[in-house]
């Protein structure tokens, strides 16, 4: 029981935040408070869409170390070990192999951009946008699937949490 309620408090640290936010602050502008007037203004709305998207994809393979002096350094695991952004550091191997990917961090990513599509979903800016004047059977749609998707990531974040503390997230003391 405690370790549910451990994962559930630590979920919003799972969640791909930061692209949320930028899209939540964006897309009104993008789409002229949901009115996508133009084939243009559709494609930016899109493309807005499809960058976050990637954000979420992405972030889900960054991971944090500390170094030999304990300052934080922020990286991208690859299948070999962990790449440190900061290319003058250097992390020993056999430290930064610990950070190598992980089958289970496409998972962790593939629900982070789930996360996001249902984030997007909600927003009446882009249904408006895109689905102007839905029928009854797209409405029930849109509102149960973002429900039923929330639900089945937030039950894998819990069920199986991630190891990694991505760009922004705290990094324990371990």
Same mark, same amino acid.
């Given at each position: 029981?405690?370790?549910?309620?451990? /994962? &559930?408090?630590?979920?919003?640290?799972?969640?791909?935040? %930061?692209?949320?936010?930028?899209? @939540?602050?964006?897309?009104?502008?993008?789409?002229?408070?949901? @009115?996508?007037? &133009?084939?243009?203004?559709? &494609?930016?709305?899109?493309?807005?869409?499809?960058?976050?998207?990637?954000?979420?994809?992405?972030?889900?393979? &960054?991971?944090?170390?500390?170094?030999?002096?304990?300052?934080?350094?922020? %990286?991208?695991?690859?299948?070999?070990?962990?790449?440190?952004?900061? %290319?003058?550091?250097?992390?020993? =191997?056999?430290?930064?192999?610990?950070?190598?990917?992980?089958?289970?961090?496409?998972?962790?990513?593939?629900?982070?951009?789930?996360?996001?599509?249902?984030?997007?979903?909600?927003?009446?800016?882009?249904?408006?946008?895109?689905?102007?004047?839905? =029928?009854?059977?797209?409405?029930?749609?849109?509102?149960?699937?973002?429900? /039923?998707? %929330?639900?089945?990531?937030?039950?894998?974040?819990?069920?199986?949490?991630?190891?990694?503390?991505?760009? /922004?997230?705290?990094?324990?003391?371990?």
């Amino acid at each position: 029981m405690r370790k549910t309620f451990k /994962g &559930t408090a630590h979920l919003a640290n799972l969640l791909p935040t %930061g692209s949320v936010l930028a899209f @939540q602050l964006l897309l009104p502008a993008f789409t002229h408070q949901g @009115q996508c007037p &133009t084939a243009m203004s559709r &494609t930016i709305t899109l493309g807005l869409l499809s960058c976050c998207a990637l954000s979420c994809f992405l972030l889900s393979f &960054t991971d944090s170390v500390r170094d030999a002096r304990g300052k934080v350094r922020y %990286g991208l695991a690859t299948f070999k070990d962990l790449c440190v952004v900061d %290319g003058l550091v250097m992390i020993a =191997s056999e430290e930064a192999a610990k950070y190598r990917l992980r089958v289970i961090d496409f998972f962790h990513a593939l629900a982070a951009l789930l996360v996001f599509a249902v984030a997007a979903v909600f927003d009446q800016n882009v249904v408006k946008c895109f689905c102007p004047m839905p =029928s009854e059977e797209v409405k029930k749609l849109l509102v149960a699937l973002p429900v /039923g998707l %929330g639900i089945l990531c937030s039950l894998f974040f819990v069920a199986f949490p991630s190891r990694r503390h991505g760009i /922004g997230f705290p990094l324990s003391r371990d």
